[in-house]
């Protein structure tokens, strides 16, 4: 069973517009949720950490994601795209056990 | 400096080969782990160390071996190479014992091609 599921393998937005990038996982006790990006021919950076705090979390770059148990989500939004935005992002679930699981991706064109 | 180096970046090689992948991390973390990367840029964990400890091994070929001589190495050898070993190769560490709320540290990845 896929813990972790990103709606969406390929997500174009313009210049300056809102970027959303979905993300759902399943899991029967909380988990930790990460959100992770990749730039080309690089390796992954951390985003931002959901760890049972605040819902709402702000990471690197301007880029936040809302924790909503009812819908089992961990979305990654941001207000106004920028063309350094363009690479490609991974929602990640840690659960118990050591099991950790990454989302198959989803790649962010950003149009000028 | 460089939090997590591997080396070699590009590994070109022949089926049937042996080749090992070296990973070093100087930030003082306790867990090590390696990633595979597929053509389609799905990432899955292949093994975790603490410690030395081997934590996590998924379900990987035997022909995959990690070593890891200190708590900051973490080789990958891998015995009989296949086409289908053709991917990026990550390395990662994180502080403390387990993936947990962790945040890893990934190195640039190493990407071998099984001719």
């Known amino acids: 069973a896929q813990s972790v599921t990103q709606l969406g393998s390929h997500v174009s937005v313009s210049e300056g517009a809102l970027v959303l990038l979905r993300c759902n996982y399943s899991?029967?006790?909380?988990?930790?949720l990460f959100w992770y990006v990749q730039y080309p021919n690089q390796g992954l950076q951390l985003l931002l950490k959901?760890?049972?705090?605040?819902?709402l979390v702000k990471g690197i770059n301007g880029f936040e994601a809302e924790f909503k148990k009812s819908e089992t989500s961990f979305h990654l939004t941001k207000p106004s795209a920028h063309m350094s935005d363009a690479a490609e992002y991974f929602c990640a679930v840690s659960l118990t056990g050591n099991q950790f699981y990454f989302g198959t991706g989803t790649s962010l064109t950003v149009i000028p | 400096d460089t939090a997590v180096s591997q080396t070699p970046k590009y590994l070109v090689t022949q089926m049937g080969n042996d080749k090992s992948i070296k990973c070093e991390q100087n930030l003082g973390h306790d867990t090590m782990y390696w990633y595979k990367q597929d053509s389609k840029k799905f990432l899955k964990i292949m093994f975790s160390y603490n410690n030395k400890e081997l934590i996590i091994n998924e379900t990987v070929p035997n022909r995959f071996s990690p070593k890891s001589p200190d708590k900051a190495h973490l080789n990958l050898h891998i015995n009989s190479l296949e086409l289908g070993d053709s991917a990026v190769y990550f390395c990662?560490?994180?502080?403390?014992?387990?993936?947990?709320?962790?945040?890893?540290?990934f190195g640039p990845g190493t990407r071998l091609t099984v001719l």
């Open positions: 990662a560490s994180s502080q403390g014992e387990h993936l947990s709320y962790n945040e890893q540290f």
């Open positions: 899991s029967s006790v909380p988990p930790y």
């Open positions: 959901y760890t049972s705090a605040a819902t």
